[in-house]
């Protein structure tokens, strides 16, 4: 028997909708997939529990959905649902933007096409979804509704949103030219905007805190000059000036000045190798009249961010001499007290037995925060191992290392997955020349902290090395991750769980994080 050449038009439209139900588990099921390799950041922080979960093509903002809860908190919006009317009401106070949404599934993310109305505006949209009661949101049409910018960084497998208080002033490309053998390059500025100004080889780096920018590269055809891009980070741009030859912070080869104008001001710099200018550091005052260095009195509190490795349901590395998320959490406690006594403000990731994941710790290293320090116990099977140790983020050199990595990152299959993870942002960082000066003051930091405490302790200093640590990965502020001493050895293990060798190990770690921020280590230059 053949099959009729037409098929009656009730059986086409149930195949139809076989074959429609089969694409959308498929799609589902890569959505679930794939989340737990991308991310979400709102305004810098990662927003750990909120997705981003992708339906067909990776990377289309359009096709990303968060969940709408923790994307409303993060994004300063109140939220509500009207099962009646099946909408969506997201609020900032004074703007609304009401998505149509999907009647409850049980499972799975279904697309559907709908309306978002903002302000009165009917704008096309994909609905809201609701799973088994929790609401799916897209992420741009959100985003764009309340006048902020969301991005899909392919490499970071990271989506950024930035909402619209934090984009800051826009500003306008580099001006460039050459007269007389000196190039300039002048940027337009806002009254009352800052920035930060830094050399590190043959790149003269200003950092523009509150601005937006596209990013831009372009090399030119100048004597001094090789090229010049803007960096658009969150919430600030960086413009690199790559010059022919090399700079060192004592001002040879350039010079820094500052035109008043009406309603704000031109900043400029001029490039030759016959200048001499003002030194530069990490940071000049706003000030043109008086240049000052970060190492004379800071103007702002410096602001230090102590993570005390995992807590809660993770109690990190056990002996029967001391318990890793209990020595960690008592010295960041007294390191707490004796910083603040010094005038610097402090911010805990954790100030109680809590647990938080890696992303939740790593979250707090913003770029308005001058260093993350997180603190760690070590353990060995051998119990003669003992001593201090602190990391930086990078590839160990010794590829044995890695197990350590892993184990921090939590351990296991997790443990695996984020060092993978920390390895594709290690790839990364090679030969971006931002990220790797950001290294240079990690490693700075690290060198302090690692001296003070083993003058403090005597403890066996087993120095200062790089590995794939994904608590420092992403931090746009110098990190560490400090080994403490070993929990596993029976003499440094009961010296850890008493009151007075915490009070030593916070000492100390003050001590080195002080000279770093004081003595010039964000001063540091190559
Ligand atoms: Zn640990």
Do not use: C
Request: proline share 5%; glycine share 10%.
């Amino acid at each position: 028997m053949h099959a009729p050449r037409e098929e009656p038009r009730a059986r086409l439209a149930a195949r139809v909708k076989r074959v429609a139900l089969t694409v959308l588990l498929l799609l589902a099921a890569l959505a679930s997939a794939q989340e737990k390799h991308n991310f979400l950041a709102v305004n810098g922080a990662l927003v750990d529990d909120a997705g981003p979960y992708y339906f067909i093509a990776q990377g289309d903002n359009r096709n990303a959905f968060a969940k709408a809860a923790p994307l409303a908190k993060a994004m300063d919006l109140s939220l509500h649902y009207d099962p009646d009317g099946k909408r969506l009401r997201f609020s900032d106070g004074s703007a609304d933007a009401v998505f149509e949404a999907t009647g409850d599934i049980q499972h799975g993310l279904v697309k559907r096409d709908g309306v978002l109305s903002v302000g009165g505006r009917a704008l096309a949209s994909p609905m809201a979804i609701l799973v088994d009661g929790t609401a799916y949101v897209p992420i741009s049409p959100l985003v764009d509704a309340f006048d902020g910018r969301s991005e899909w960084n392919a490499e970071r497998h990271i989506i950024t949103v930035d909402t619209a208080d934090r984009l800051g002033y826009a500003l306008a490309p580099p001006r460039i030219g050459l007269t007389d053998g000196v190039s300039r390059v002048a940027l337009d500025l806002p009254a009352g905007a800052e920035y930060q100004l830094a050399v590190s080889g043959d790149a003269f780096i200003v950092t523009l805190p509150g601005a937006r920018a596209a990013a831009s590269d372009q090399t030119v055809d100048d004597p001094n000059l090789r090229g010049v891009a803007l960096r658009a980070l969150d919430g600030e741009v960086n413009l690199v000036v790559r010059t022919r030859y090399g700079l060192d912070g004592e001002g040879h080869g350039y010079d820094v000045g500052v035109l008043d104008k009406g309603d704000g001001r031109t900043l400029y710099v001029d490039f030759a190798t016959s200048l001499k200018g003002d030194p530069v550091a990490a940071l000049l005052s706003n000030d043109p009249a008086a240049p000052q260095a970060l190492s004379a009195a800071p103007a702002r509190p410096q602001v230090v961010v102590i993570d005390a490795g995992h807590g809660g349901k993770d109690p990190g590395t056990t002996s029967s001499y001391a318990v890793e998320d209990q020595v960690v959490l008592s010295v960041a406690l007294k390191l707490k007290k004796r910083l603040e006594a010094q005038g610097v403000r402090v911010v805990l990731t954790r100030d109680h037995d809590t647990f938080l994941t890696l992303q939740q710790r790593s979250g707090f290293a913003t770029p308005e925060r001058n260093l993350f320090v997180s603190i760690h116990a070590n353990s060995a099977p051998a119990r003669d191992a003992s001593g201090i140790e602190t990391w930086v983020f990078g590839k160990p050199l010794d590829p044995s290392l890695v197990d350590r990595a892993i184990r921090e990152n939590g351990g296991g299959a997790e443990g695996q997955a984020l060092t993978e993870a920390a390895r594709r942002t290690a790839d990364d960082i090679a030969g971006d020349i931002l990220r790797e000066t950001q290294m240079n003051f990690s490693m700075s930091l690290a060198d302090s902290v690692q001296q003070s405490l083993v003058r403090a302790t005597g403890a066996r200093d087993r120095g200062v090395r790089q590995n794939l640590f994904y608590v420092i990965r992403t931090a746009r502020i110098p990190a560490i991750l400090v080994e403490v001493g070993f929990v596993s050895n029976p003499e440094e293990g009961r010296m850890l769980a008493t009151d007075h060798y915490q009070d030593t190990l916070a000492q100390a770690l003050a001590g080195g994080i002080l000279d770093f921020l004081h003595g010039g280590g964000m001063l540091a230059q190559r």
